[in-house]
Antibody, heavy 120, light 111 residues
């Protein structure tokens, strides 16, 4: 069964760039769609964007101007960069894999999530 | 605010049946995009419960079932157990937003 694990700083200063990594085991990032999803404290889930092998990406338009998702296939990792962060970007960030079944994209495997706080 | 609306909370006694609605519009559920459901326990990663409107992944008990009609979808939990206390989210795609969207979330309480 695929496993995903997020890593990165738990504290980021306002106006700086939030950078997270997701390490994937028991699957290859050369298949499937790989997404980032976040949940601000006390709020619901928000899809940030995905990466598909070959470099194809798709971002939530609400975050598109600040988001970059990339991958390192040699390390079987993918990454999230979110620039110009504010307190509103404080959230638990999850990486997730799509089910790959032809239905509208769904997320069948998730990391445990990592809390990122934006504060000076 | 999400384009998929769910009731903030539902509750039921052990053994009872509860239904969680997910109301969308013509740009998401009504446009034919599939609806998926997730169970989110505190401190854990969300778990896919229902995919493709009605299908259960391997290992999900048949006490959980999903349906879709028009611009809405529903998750039904039968034989309610204490372990079902969690937040539940529907998810689909919205063509107006050009984004995958989650519902507002529903907290299930077992009385």
């Amino acid at each position: 069964q695929v496993q995903l694990q997020e890593s990165g700083p738990g504290l980021v200063k306002p106006s700086e760039t939030l950078s997270l990594s997701c390490s994937v085991s028991r699957d290859f990032i050369s298949s499937h769609y790989w997404s980032w999803i976040r949940q601000p404290p006390g709020k619901g889930l928000e899809w940030i964007g995905y990466l598909f092998y070959g470099g194809s990406t798709n971002y939530n338009p609400s975050l598109k101007s600040r988001v970059t998702i990339s991958a390192d296939t040699s390390k079987n990792q993918f990454f999230l960069n979110l620039s110009s962060v504010t307190a509103a970007d404080t959230a638990v960030y999850y990486c997730a894999r799509d089910r790959g079944d032809g239905y509208t994209l769904s997320f069948d495997s998730w990391g445990q999530g990592t809390l990122v706080i934006v504060s000076s | 605010q999400s384009v998929l609306t769910q009731p903030p909370s539902v509750s039921g006694a052990p053994g009872q049946r509860v239904t969680i609605s997910c109301t969308g519009s013509s740009s998401n559920i009504g446009a034919g995009y599939d609806v998926h459901w997730y169970q989110h326990l505190p401190g854990a990663a969300p778990k896919l419960l229902i995919y493709g409107n009605t299908h259960r992944p391997s290992g999900v008990p048949d006490r959980f079932s999903g349906s879709k009609s028009g611009t809405s979808a529903s998750l039904v939990i039968t034989g309610l157990q204490a372990g079902a206390e969690a937040d539940y989210y529907c998810q689909s795609y919205d063509s107006s937003l050009a984004a995958y969207v989650f519902g507002t979330g529903t907290k299930v309480t077992v009385l």
